[in-house]
């Protein structure tokens, strides 16, 4: 189901309305009744990924830049399945959107990645090479310099894309690959060059055993800034951070032109790690993040507010994934059974009725039944909820809960 800003069709709801104010289901029919797995959207972007259960992938809203793997570049306002040619007739296992790109992996290993392929301005995300910039592609293509890798994950932002390569049950040997875009630092690379093919970030560090590589995870990407997570939840942010969207407790690190905020190799926050605790999983948006930890909690910082701030869920509520839009945060509860959604609603991203600001949170939970499934994808101005849960609106609005922001010493903070 979906709700907000529709105008690309990026609700899946086979129209072009401007907003949705309420939750409204997507046909499975544009599915062929499927089971969805995952469901992928970038923080900036305005266009959709599925993935089914066995292996196919659908696409839908905005297609200008060729981002739908479909034949033409025009926006599509319901599902439309990417021909399994492309991808060998392979099974895909994971999928990821960038803000104007796709990225998928088959179960092999292999990463195929299509659509915006550079510009004068803009560098390629594609990981293609410099011969193929200018020709965005509408077919999804193999990443040639990754074969004899394993891919196991991918992350991509508005210009940049990076994954993590290594042997299938040997997290020892991953290894980072980053490209596209580098300004403002996010290829971690510590310059702001850009790079038109896959290209190694490694890190090292100090143990009772003399120096090693630091082995990384988890990999995420936001508009213009990224974040890699350890072997020991341990999270380094680096990229753009004007609106303090790293959580470190400097502005940033002058790194090119008139980029004077930003970070161009990987920053520990060590909020986290100075207090021992371990990060599961961030979410980037444009200059907001969140992150859930190991233990449940979670935290929220960008948009001005320098350092990490735990959300107080209110009844000892614990929180197990998190997700980013341009604007907006949401967060899944253990029990599955809410949805915290919290920032702007300028377009009832937040789902529910109102023009206001970033001061509530506010618990999506009327008439949802218990499940297993759910997962929340927010894009530019819109989010979507992956579920079998059951959802009816009444037309009333949900709850504003006695959910807040707070900092380490138990204040309240405004978002």
């Known amino acids: 189901m979906g709700w907000g800003s529709n105008d690309e069709g990026q609700l899946g709801l086979n129209s072009f309305s401007v907003k949705v104010?309420?939750?409204?289901?997507?046909?499975s029919y544009w599915f062929n009744d499927k089971d969805i797995k995952k469901i992928s959207v970038a923080s900036s972007g305005q266009h959709v990924l599925a993935l089914t259960e066995d292996g196919y992938v659908y696409t839908w809203g905005r297609g200008a830049e060729h981002q739908l793997g479909v034949e033409n570049n025009f926006s599509q306002a319901a599902p439309q399945l990417v021909d399994p040619k492309y991808f060998n007739n392979r099974k895909v296992v994971d999928i990821q959107c960038g803000t104007y790109h796709s990225c998928v992996i088959d179960d092999e290993g292999r990463l195929y990645t299509w659509g915006f392929?550079?510009?004068?301005?803009?560098?390629?995300?594609?990981?293609?090479?410099?011969?193929?910039?200018?020709?965005?592609?509408s077919k999804p293509k193999q990443v040639e310099a990754l074969k004899g890798e394993f891919v196991k994950q991918v992350a991509a932002g508005q210009y940049h894309t990076g994954v993590i390569c290594g042997e299938q049950g040997n997290s020892e040997s991953n290894q980072v690959f980053v490209w596209g875009k580098g300004d403002w630092g996010r290829l971690g690379l510590g310059n702001s060059n850009s790079k038109p093919l896959p290209t190694p970030l490694e890190m090292y560090e100090e143990d009772e055993n003399g120096t090693r590589k630091t082995r990384f995870e988890t990999i995420r990407m936001g508009t213009n800034y990224s974040a890699l997570i350890d072997s020991h939840g341990k999270l380094y942010m680096f990229g753009r951070n004007d609106g303090q969207q790293l959580g470190?407790?400097?502005?940033?690190?002058?790194?090119?032109?008139?980029?004077?905020?930003?970070?161009?190799?990987?920053?520990?926050?060590?909020?986290f790690s100075d207090r021992d605790i371990k990060v599961k999983d961030v979410a980037l948006g444009e200059s907001i993040t969140a992150c859930v930890t190991v233990d449940g909690r979670g935290f929220v910082w960008g948009k001005n507010i320098h350092l990490p701030h735990e959300v107080n869920f209110g009844k000892g509520a614990r929180v197990i994934e998190c997700a980013a839009g341009k604007n907006h945060v949401s967060f899944v509860p253990r029990n599955r059974q809410a949805i915290f959604m919290m920032?702007?609603?300028?377009?009832?991203?937040?789902?529910?009725?109102?023009?206001?600001?970033?001061?509530?949170?506010?618990?999506?939970?009327r008439h949802l039944v218990p499940g297993k499934k759910l997962q929340m994808a927010c894009g530019s101005n819109f989010t979507l909820a992956l579920s079998n849960l059951e959802y009816q609106f009444d037309g009333e609005d949900d709850d504003f809960t006695d959910a807040a922001l707070i900092d380490n010493a138990g204040n309240s903070v405004e978002l």
């Not at 502005?251 to 190799?265: A, H, I, L, M, R």
């Not at 920032?343 to 939970?365: A, P, R, Y």
């Open 21 to 27: 104010s309420t939750p409204m289901f997507i046909n």
């Open 248 to 271: 470190i407790e400097t502005p940033g690190n002058y790194v090119s032109g008139g980029q004077f905020d930003g970070e161009s190799t990987p920053k520990l926050l060590s909020q």
């Open 117 to 137: 392929n550079g510009s004068i301005f803009n560098q390629s995300a594609l990981g293609h090479g410099k011969n193929s910039w200018l020709t965005d592609l």
């Open 343 to 365: 920032g702007g609603n300028w377009s009832h991203q937040l789902g529910v009725k109102g023009n206001f600001g970033h001061q509530e949170v506010i618990k999506l939970t």
